[in-house]
């Protein structure tokens, strides 16, 4: 059985960073995609960031390119979310997620995901 458990969240200030840490179980690491997605209340879950199971392919969402990283240690079977110069507008849940599909293209869709993890709630004070 695939589990996720993010970690890592917590309060930090305008311009701050954190570091989110997402430890998969239950099957080989290394041939699945992963994802970041995040939640924030009376919004629906939007896409963050991904990358691919080679680790060759990221993508993210536009109003955190250039301040969000995600990383992967397949040795770890651990994806991480380097990120930078937070906002206020960044506060959220953060969940990872992962599908069932190996391989191919990093998605945004959230439909496109089986397994999610718990979430670590993120919150950036002004």
């Known amino acids: 059985q695939v589990q996720l458990v993010e970690s890592g969240g917590g309060l930090v200030s305008a311009g701050g960073s954190l570091r989110l840490s997402c430890a998969a179980s239950?099957?080989?690491?290394?041939?699945?995609?992963m994802a970041w997605f995040r939640q924030s209340p009376g919004k629906g879950r939007e896409f963050v960031a991904g990358?691919?199971?080679?680790?060759?392919?990221?993508e993210y969402l536009d109003s955190v390119e250039g301040r969000f990283t995600t990383s992967r240690d397949d040795a770890e079977n651990t994806v991480y979310l380097e990120m930078n110069n937070l906002k206020p507008e960044d506060t959220a849940a953060y969940y990872c997620?992962?599908?069932?599909?190996?391989?191919?293209?990093?998605?945004?869709?959230?439909?496109?995901?089986?397994?999610w993890g718990q979430g670590t709630q993120v919150t950036v004070s002004s």
């Open positions: 997620a992962t599908p069932t599909r190996l391989y191919g293209v990093v998605r945004r869709d959230e439909r496109q995901y089986e397994y």
């Open positions: 239950g099957r080989t690491f290394n041939q699945y995609n």
């Open positions: 990358i691919s199971a080679t680790g060759i392919s990221t």
